[in-house]
């Protein structure tokens, strides 16, 4: 007889896996979610105390922004020789409670997942402008099959479309600052250096946007150089076929495929989502991409010319992000 079947990491192992998918990008750095781990299973539920109500009234940022950690996970332990079968919203009594993963031992792991899994730590968020991308049909056919695979579609918005999108940024931007709601949202979770969530100041243009496209922020003090400088980075919408949480979750594990494959390559990336929180600019962007889909996202992606901030943005500790279910005893 052979020897029984590996079927659970061991927490070591969890533990830095996890570690490793709260590196996940998220809507203004809030890390919605919440690991429970028992003897056969680890679960992702997302944390709906950590919703933004004026930005993301319905949650969909806040289930996209799981998705993004649950793909990391995955690429995090694929790289430590572990397959994950994924259960998305399994039956439960708590609605929070999005995917269920059960894992199997692999004979090896491919360099691809082992580079993958290196590009979760130099991932990060350029709001600066960027240069455009080398080979780029070449990279945008392999992210649409990276998209395609995880359920998502993937359009370029194009070149000549440019002045359309930043002048509608433009506009969204100027009716965002008359929202006070959304703008005390924004300065609660962006700008501040000491707490383990939200979007530092370091990583923050100076001049509040220094790029069209690009939402506005609170002014920061991202360092490069950035006066005379135009944005040539590509666009790319996501999309998905419906609207509903699993497209979101599935949408959220596409983001985070096409952002690692392109850090992997050597380019910088932006997610950007000012634009598709309203019904009339997703219908405004569905056009503009031609797309089939529902809007989600949009990314710009390119090459940020040195100096480049190597600063990573902080992350919420272990022990907040990661529970153990004790048989009888409850969560722990
Ligand atoms: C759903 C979602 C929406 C986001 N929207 C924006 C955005 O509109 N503009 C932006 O600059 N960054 C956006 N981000 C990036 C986050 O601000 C970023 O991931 C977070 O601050 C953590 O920083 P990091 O990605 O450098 O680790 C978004 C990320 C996600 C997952």
């Known amino acids: 007889m052979g020897a029984p079947a590996e079927t659970m990491p061991d ?23 919440r690991w429970i781990l028992d003897t056969a299973t680890l679960r992702l539920f997302s944390d709906n105390d950590r919703i933004l109500p004026a930005t993301d009234p319905s949650g969909r940022q806040m289930v996209l922004s799981c998705g993004a950690a649950l793909h990391h996970l995955q690429t995090a332990l694929a790289a430590q020789r572990w397959a994950s079968t994924i259960e998305r919203f399994p039956l439960s009594p708590d609605r ?14 491919s360099d691809t997942e082992i580079r993958l899994a290196a590009a979760i730590h130099r991932r990060r968020t350029e709001r600066l402008p960027m240069d455009a991308p080398p080979e780029w049909q070449r990279t945008v056919a392999a992210l649409r ?31 965002r600052r008359a929202d006070l709601a959304y703008q005390s949202e924004l ?48 666009i790319l919408l996501l999309s998905t076929a419906t609207d509903g949480r699993p497209d979101w979750l599935r949408c959220g594990e596409a983001l985070s495929a096409v952002l690692l494959a ?16 309203s019904a009339a600019s997703r219908g405004f962007l569905r056009g503009l991409a031609g797309s089939d889909g529902v809007p989600q996202v949009l990314i710009r992606v ?31």
């Open 11 to 33: 927490r070591r192992t969890l533990e830095s896996a996890v570690a490793l998918a709260s590196r996940a990008p998220s809507l203004h750095n809030s890390q919605p979610w």
């Open 145 to 175: 099959k990276l998209a395609e695979r995880a359920g998502a579609y993937l359009d370029v918005i194009g070149e000549h479309e440019r002045p359309v999108l930043d002048d509608m940024s433009r506009r969204i931007s100027r009716v």
């Open 302 to 332: 390119g090459v940020r010319p040195p100096p480049r901030s190597d600063t990573a943005t902080p992350r919420r500790p272990l022990s907040e992000i990661l529970f153990r279910e004790h048989p009888g005893a409850g969560v722990g």
């Open 187 to 234: 300065r609660w979770w962006t700008g501040h250096a000491v707490y383990p969530d939200g979007v530092p100041a370091d990583t923050l243009p100076a001049g509040g946007r220094a790029v069209a496209t690009e939402r506005e922020f609170p002014p920061g003090r991202a360092t490069g150089e950035t006066a005379a400088e135009e944005d040539r980075a590509a």
């Open 96 to 109: 929070q409670c999005l995917a269920t993963l059960r894992f199997h031992r692999l004979r090896g792991s």
């Open 262 to 277: 392109c850090t992997d390559r050597g380019l910088a990336t932006c997610p950007v989502t000012h634009l598709t929180e």
